[in-house]
């Protein structure tokens, strides 16, 4: 039998990273609070913030106006939001007197996706209300659209501030973190001292 060299293959070493630098559980909490603050702020912010939309005239408004007040289908996830529509809808009516009206009605965010919803899930039956609801569209889609993704867009600052707050917390949870401060119940100083709050 004939001798044959089995070749020999060299591992290379494998390079030793250094360790990431533990980052202080003190200054995990103070970015975790101002994130907290930041959400705070966001939603307050959208809840009192405004889109137009372009109703283009008395018409339309008021077509539209009896259909959420007489007409609209409604459930469990869909009635507080009804009603806050409407409630928004009766205030911004009192622009309908005024013979300069812009034919903008201005709409809290979570109304104009309530809006949206509502005019998504319209039915109805013959050939009459399928017309009233084409030329609702026509008029109005548009705009409500529009506003719709305004409104995503604005939302986006609240979902990255969400998403940073997840990470944090799951750090704070479950990752190495260097300990600089003691945990008192759910109350943590970050200058090493409890709190007593």
Same mark, same amino acid.
């Given at each position: 039998?004939?001798?044959?060299?089995?070749?020999? $293959?060299?591992?290379?070493? %494998?390079?030793?990273?250094?360790?990431?630098?533990?980052?202080?559980?003190? @200054? %995990?909490?103070?970015?975790?609070?101002?994130?907290?603050?930041?959400?705070?702020?966001?939603? =307050?912010?959208?809840?009192?913030?405004?889109?137009?939309?372009? !109703?283009?005239?008395?018409? %339309? !408004?008021?077509?539209?106006? =009896? !259909?959420?007040? =007489?007409?609209?289908?409604?459930?469990?996830?869909?009635?507080?939001?009804? /009603?806050?529509?409407?409630? &928004?809808? =009766?205030?911004?009516? @009192?622009?309908?007197? &005024?013979?300069?009206?812009?034919?903008?009605?201005? #709409?809290?965010? $979570?109304?104009?996706?309530?809006?949206?919803?509502?005019?998504?899930?319209?039915?109805?039956?013959?050939?009459? @209300?399928?017309?009233? !609801?084409?030329? +609702?569209?026509?008029? /109005?889609?548009?705009? $409500?659209?529009?506003? %719709?993704?305004?409104?995503?867009?604005? &939302?986006?600052?609240?979902?990255?501030?969400?998403?940073? +707050?997840?990470? #944090?917390?799951?750090?704070?949870?479950? *990752?190495? +973190?260097?300990?600089?401060?003691?945990?008192?119940?759910?109350?943590?100083?970050? &200058? *090493?001292?409890?709190n007593n709050t």
């Amino acid at each position: 039998m004939e001798k044959t060299e089995t070749p020999v $293959i060299e591992l290379k070493k %494998v390079p030793t990273v250094e360790a990431e630098a533990l980052r202080k559980r003190s @200054e %995990v909490l103070t970015e975790h609070e101002d994130l907290q603050k930041k959400n705070e702020e966001l939603l =307050k912010e959208m809840q009192e913030r405004e889109y137009d939309v372009d !109703f283009k005239s008395k018409s %339309v !408004f008021t077509r539209l106006y =009896k !259909f959420l007040e =007489k007409d609209a289908p409604w459930g469990h996830t869909t009635a507080a939001g009804l /009603i806050m529509l409407h409630n &928004n809808l =009766k205030q911004e009516k @009192e622009k309908l007197k &005024n013979e300069e009206w812009d034919k903008l009605i201005k #709409l809290r965010a $979570i109304n104009v996706t309530t809006l949206w919803t509502m005019l998504t899930k319209m039915e109805g039956s013959g050939f009459h @209300e399928a017309k009233n !609801f084409v030329e +609702l569209m026509a008029a /109005i889609g548009q705009s $409500i659209s529009e506003a %719709v993704r305004q409104v995503h867009m604005d &939302n986006q600052e609240l979902r990255d501030n969400h998403e940073a +707050l997840t990470k #944090l917390d799951h750090l704070l949870d479950h *990752g190495p +973190l260097e300990e600089d401060c003691k945990p008192k119940g759910d109350a943590v100083s970050s &200058n *090493g001292e409890e709190n007593n709050t």
